[in-house]
């Protein structure tokens, strides 16, 4: 009797736990058991049978001799047969494998150690041992590496062709893979869910995206999900065989589909919007024209993060009947931030465009500088960036001079070599190339000179001898 005051049957309790232990184990059957002990010869491992499985401990030692493995581990074997000692195991068939053992591996699908030794036309060669075998290329792996890749390699291998008494084997990488694969993709159906980070391999880059080995089965990564920035090619971004950090966006087993996201494992550019920290209303920002469409430009104030300055802002005050009047794709503008609506994701920017309705025939434009294009002016340098140095004047507008118009001296490091030649604050004469809107497009009297070889500038002179207007003739060929 028990502490409750119940009876026990202690025998019907064993006999029942008897009945559920399995008796019958074939060749070649996978057996997964809890290693329980390790002897000098031999590894025990309970397999949930009337028996221990016997494993030899050769199988489980590393190249100095130690065990691999300890109690409590779980271990994979295939059954060899069973004996009055219990069920022999092996965890592939490795050392000198005799014609008899080739047999019994052939039979119950037991896997064998090889090494690929050379390519052949078709495949590869594998030495099992003193046994030739041949691998079709296509049985060599799920997923295509170069050839080259695998010679050398040992990997398991099965029996997929036997004959001539073992004197003829074909033998198979892909088989062993593939019965991993589904094992794993089943235990995926009871674990996986959306939201889940994993860590994959890339293993297919195609125009819409990149498919992913998530250990199982294969997602894909959409290529609007690669990156926050534009991405137009997705080899821009991921290699194959590069392990990557991804999100599970979608999970359907009916159609097989899974969808994941690179970038929403990354910071997006949203959360430095909503923290105030870097973009805030009335700041100047220095951006690219990355779309136009009949209502305004869409402008990359930094990879993923954009913002639409309206038809209505590009004219700087007169009226356009297009944005590409004033701009155009890939043009880096500055802009001031309008407004910005956190909840729609949206930012509104305004074309730092003062020069809007810019008087050609002041030369000053109302701003005390010359600023037609031909002419020589003095500016402070007040910023750089990858692309180039602006150089401010009175009145407080700015002009780019573009890297290449910029001979680098000094350090091999562009940005180094601008921040050397351009201090901030530093003054630089500067001839003004082009203007359009808001841009003013710059050069330097060297860069000048040493393009006189491909520029006849004596044939851009007026016909009075004066050089400033033909100057601007010549410069309106050049757009940086």
Not at 333 to 356: F, K
Request: aromatic content about 6%.
């Amino acid at each position: 009797m028990d502490s409750t005051g119940q009876n026990t049957d202690f025998g019907a309790l064993f006999e029942a736990n008897l009945a559920k232990l399995q008796t019958n184990f074939n060749v070649g059957d996978r057996i997964e058991g809890v290693i329980t002990s390790i002897g000098r010869s031999t590894v025990f491992i309970d397999v949930g049978g009337r028996s221990d499985g016997l494993l030899d401990v050769a199988q489980v030692l590393d190249d100095e001799g130690k065990p691999t493995v300890s109690v409590g581990d779980t271990l994979t074997a295939y059954c060899l047969g069973s004996d009055e000692e219990g069920i022999r195991l092996t965890t592939k068939i490795s050392g000198q494998v005799a014609d008899a053992a080739l047999g019994d591996a052939y039979e119950g699908g037991i896997p064998l150690e090889g090494k690929v030794a050379a390519e052949r036309k078709g495949g590869y060669e594998v030495e099992l041992q003193n046994h030739k075998a041949f691998c079709p290329y296509s049985q060599i792996d799920i997923f295509k590496r170069e050839p080259a890749a695998y010679i050398g390699e040992r990997f398991a291998f099965i029996i997929s062709e036997y004959s001539e008494n073992g004197r003829n084997l074909v033998v198979s990488r892909r088989r062993l893979l593939e019965k991993e694969m589904e094992e794993q993709k089943a235990r995926l159906r009871e674990t996986l869910a959306p939201g889940d980070l994993l860590t994959g391999i890339v293993t297919r880059v195609v125009e819409f995206g990149a498919f992913v080995d998530i250990g199982g089965t294969e997602g894909l990564i959409h290529v609007s999900e690669l990156s926050w920035s534009r991405t137009s090619d997705p080899a821009d971004v991921v290699s194959e065989g590069q392990s990557v950090e991804i999100k599970v966006l979608t999970v359907d087993w009916e159609n097989n589909r899974i969808s994941l996201s690179l970038k929403q494992t990354q910071p997006g550019p949203w959360d430095r919007v909503e923290s105030g920290e870097s973009f805030r209303v009335g700041m100047s920002w220095q951006g690219k024209i990355t779309k136009i469409m009949p209502f305004g430009a869409f402008v990359e104030l930094e990879p993923g993060l954009e913002g639409l300055i309206h038809i209505s802002k590009l004219g700087g005050g007169r009226r356009i009947n297009s944005p590409e009047e004033v701009v155009k794709e890939g043009e880096e503008v500055e802009v001031t931030i309008e407004n910005i609506d956190v909840e729609r994701q949206r930012i509104g920017l305004a074309m730092d465009n003062n020069y809007g309705g810019y008087d050609m025939t002041d030369p000053s434009g109302g701003m005390g500088v010359d600023l037609r294009p031909g002419a020589t002016v003095t500016g402070i340098a007040d910023g750089i960036k990858p692309f180039g140095v602006f150089i401010r004047f009175p009145g407080d507008k700015t002009g780019l001079l573009h890297i290449s118009q910029i001979e680098l001296k000094g350090s091999s490091n562009p940005m180094r070599a601008l921040h050397d030649m351009f201090p901030p604050g530093k003054e630089v004469e500067v001839i003004v190339q082009k203007m359009e809107g808001t841009r003013i497009s710059l050069t330097l009297a060297s860069t000048l000179a040493r393009e006189d070889d491909h520029i006849d500038l004596k044939s851009a002179q007026d016909s009075d001898g004066g050089s400033l207007g033909s100057l601007g003739d010549l410069f309106g060929g050049l757009d940086l």
